[in-house]
């Protein structure tokens, strides 16, 4: 096996994705391991790292799979190295440019959510010292 490839539980490790995650991603179409080793094991490369990162970064501000594909298919085309029709290549920008404001709102979205769980921690502490002792 060449020191390139790497079996499920390294990228479990590497990516923090359960092997059940990964074993998901790969039935719904969104990974497919490059290689299997002789004994059939799933073998990734550090691409297919790369795109469980993209995958496990868009999960938590609720891109669905749908569009995690749209969002790799876009990025798969524009860096596929072809020489891509200037219209084509300003479309699939447009369509990054698209995940990327969907992002941005996102964040946001989580970032006020976060500063409300914060105050009300706060609150409950603050409340907690006013206790009387027994």
Same mark, same amino acid.
């Given at each position: 096996?060449?020191?390139?490839?790497? +079996?499920?539980?390294?990228v479990a490790t590497r990516t923090e994705l359960s092997?059940?995650?990964?074993?998901?991603?790969?039935?719904?179409?969104?990974?497919?391991?490059?290689?299997?080793? +002789?004994?059939?094991? *799933?073998?990734?490369?550090?691409?297919?790292?790369?795109?469980?990162?993209?995958? !496990?970064r868009m999960k938590p501000l609720g891109f669905s #799979?749908?569009?995690?594909?749209? #969002?790799?298919?876009a990025t798969d085309r524009l860096d596929s190295g072809?020489?891509?029709?200037?219209?084509? *290549?300003?479309?699939?920008?447009?369509?990054?440019?698209?995940?990327? !404001?969907?992002?941005?709102? +996102?964040?946001?979205?989580?970032?006020? +959510?976060?500063? !409300?769980?914060?105050?009300?921690?706060?609150?409950? !502490?603050?409340? #907690?010292? *006013?206790?009387?002792?027994?």
């Amino acid at each position: 096996m060449s020191s390139e490839h790497m +079996q499920i539980g390294e990228v479990a490790t590497r990516t923090e994705l359960s092997l059940r995650t990964i074993r998901h991603y790969e039935d719904t179409g969104l990974v497919t391991p490059s290689a299997r080793s +002789q004994g059939g094991f *799933r073998l990734y490369t550090e691409a297919d790292v790369a795109r469980l990162m993209v995958i !496990r970064r868009m999960k938590p501000l609720g891109f669905s #799979l749908d569009e995690m594909r749209g #969002l790799l298919e876009a990025t798969d085309r524009l860096d596929s190295g072809e020489e891509l029709p200037e219209a084509e *290549r300003e479309a699939l920008l447009d369509r990054v440019r698209g995940y990327e !404001r969907a992002a941005a709102e +996102q964040t946001e979205k989580i970032r006020v +959510q976060l500063a !409300r769980a914060e105050e009300f921690a706060a609150a409950l !502490r603050e409340r #907690l010292t *006013r206790v009387p002792a027994p």
